[in-house]
């Protein structure tokens, strides 16, 4: 009798371990009916209180498993385009507590032209900055985000430039001979530059390339080390640093 209770019980819990099993798969596929809708009261809050001025209307939304988020179409009542249709944005949601990744309204008014400038001049900047403390700097790229009308066309890059959200930096490093330990101690390096120049960055990314013969047509190699950190996100240790494996 206790031989038969026990298997019962060993089978609901296979039953119910099944199911949970299935739901995660199935949430991570396609997402789940309470997640979207918090998704979507987060994206009317965000629309309330960034555009007031604009009527829109947020159309039919679907879950990305790819990159774990909600996308959804936002309509602007009333505002048509020279071919006579509705203007549509893009606006994509994710994280635990939803908050919006993609905003279509500001990424159809960055004033591209200018940002290309201005990311140029700054990866100039940091480039013969980085080099000076870390020989072994070969790259530098910088992205960065200006709505149209913000700045005067003609405005010059310096720190103090007021911009609403803080830089994306890139640099690639020449790996030759280095260890986890040298690349953390560069980034610690490059850290120091742009707190002690008071620059207002987000994210920077360091990628540590192998550039032997087998370089290939651009001259950058392949990675071997990556390392990471933010703004007030603490010194990098030869811990924090990832090795990349061919």
């Known amino acids: 009798m206790k031989t038969r209770k026990r298997k019962k019980g060993m089978y609901i819990a296979l039953l119910v371990l099944l ?5 995660s798969l199935y949430n991570s596929l396609n ?14 809050h965000f629309l309330a209180e960034r555009y007031p001025e604009k009527r829109l209307r947020i159309e039919k939304g679907f879950y990305d498993f790819k990159f774990k988020r909600y996308e959804f179409r936002v309509k602007e009542i009333g505002a048509d ?16 507590i939803p908050e919006v990744k993609v905003d279509g309204i500001r990424s159809a008014n960055l004033d591209m032209p200018l ?42 890059w310096t720190p103090s ?4 959200e803080p830089l994306y930096i890139h640099v690639v490093t020449d790996a ?8 953390a101690e560069a980034a610690g390096e490059i850290a ?13 990314t360091i990628n540590a390339n192998v550039m032997d013969d087998k370089a290939g047509k651009d001259g950058y190699g392949y990675v071997k080390y990556v390392a990471r950190f ?11 640093v990832e090795e990349v494996t061919k």
Do not use: C
Not at 230 to 240: C, E, F, L, M, T
């Open 115 to 156: 940002m290309e400038r201005l990311s140029g001049e700054v990866a100039a900047e940091l480039r013969a900055a980085f080099a000076r403390r870390v020989p072994a700097v070969r790259e530098v790229t910088v992205q960065l985000e200006v709505v149209k009308g913000q700045l005067a066309e003609n405005a010059a």
């Open 230 to 240: 933010d703004k007030g996100g603490g010194k990098v240790s030869a811990g924090d």
């Open 31 to 44: 997402g789940n009916p309470i997640s979207k809708w918090l998704a979507q009261r987060e994206l009317q």
């Open 192 to 204: 120091a530059v742009l707190d002690v120049g008071g620059y207002d960055y987000g994210h920077v």
């Open 19 to 23: 199911a949970l099993l299935v739901g």
């Open 161 to 164: 430039l007021k911009l609403d």
């Open 81 to 96: 385009t020279d071919k006579g249709e509705a203007t549509e944005y893009e606006f994509s949601l994710g994280g635990w």
């Open 176 to 183: 030759a001979g280095a260890s986890k330990q040298q690349v």
